[in-house]
């Protein structure tokens, strides 16, 4: 049963602290997206990547926020220093990008609160 | 003003009603639209996507597409209790690779 694996699943740290979250995107997808939802903004993009390369990040706040895919197996979104309006879902998906990029599967999320 | 809108509900139907969900979009440039589910504390995962104007049947489920005004629809027969989650519509452009979000609409399907 392939599928998107993130963790951890629920992260509680304090404004300031590092924080780490990561990503199994399914074997043999090479498209990685970082999704952060807020009720109030829904869902945003953070950053995409093709085949371990870094093609779009501009959702992201360059100041605090880092997304690398260090291998094909692993992706990481880190945030430091955290900040209470930090605090959201944190999504991680892939795709085959077969030329389709409508067709994203996500993880289960990351459960951030930053107090 | 966002460029994907949708109703944020809730939308409450009783079991077996057809549930009518719809979205704006202002970006001419879109050309395929998707249905995503939400259930509450999971990822959201597609249900349909259809290119440039038209209808899509699955089952239960019929997305339609009027480019001409700018409008995605989504349809769901027979609704279920398990139906019960967040709809979010998404837009892309041909060659793109940012998916925009509607806010989601929750739907309520009563027993």
């Known amino acids: 049963d392939a599928r998107v694996t993130q963790t951890p699943r629920h992260k509680v740290t304090e404004m300031g602290q590092e924080v780490t979250m990561r990503c199994q995107p399914i074997?043999?997808?090479?498209?990685v997206f970082w999704y952060r939802q807020t009720m109030m903004q829904g869902l945003e993009l953070l950053a995409y990547?093709?085949?371990?390369?870094?093609?779009?990040d501009s959702g992201m706040p360059k100041d605090r926020f880092s997304a690398e895919m260090p291998d094909a197996t692993l992706a990481t979104l880190k945030i430091q220093p955290s900040e209470p309006r930090d605090s959201a879902v944190y999504f991680c998906a892939s795709g085959p990008d077969r030329g389709r990029n409508y067709e994203q599967y996500f993880g289960p999320g990351t459960r951030l609160t930053v107090t | 003003q966002k460029e994907v809108e949708q109703d944020p509900g809730p939308l409450s139907v009783p079991e077996g009603a057809i549930v009518s969900l719809n979205c704006t979009y202002s970006n001419s440039a879109f050309q395929y639209f998707m249905w995503y589910r939400q259930y509450s504390r999971k990822g959201p995962e597609l249900l349909m996507y259809t290119y440039s104007s038209g209808n899509k049947e699955d089952g239960r489920f019929t997305a339609q597409v009027d480019k001409s005004s700018k409008y995605i629809s989504l349809f769901i027969r027979d609704s279920q209790p398990s139906d019960s989650a967040t709809y979010l519509c998404?837009?892309?452009?041909?060659?793109?690779?940012?998916?925009?979000f509607g806010g989601g609409t929750r739907v309520l399907v009563k027993p």
């Open positions: 074997l043999g997808h090479n498209t």
């Open positions: 990547f093709r085949n371990r390369a870094p093609l779009d």
């Open positions: 998404a837009a892309i452009k041909a060659a793109g690779n940012k998916l925009t």
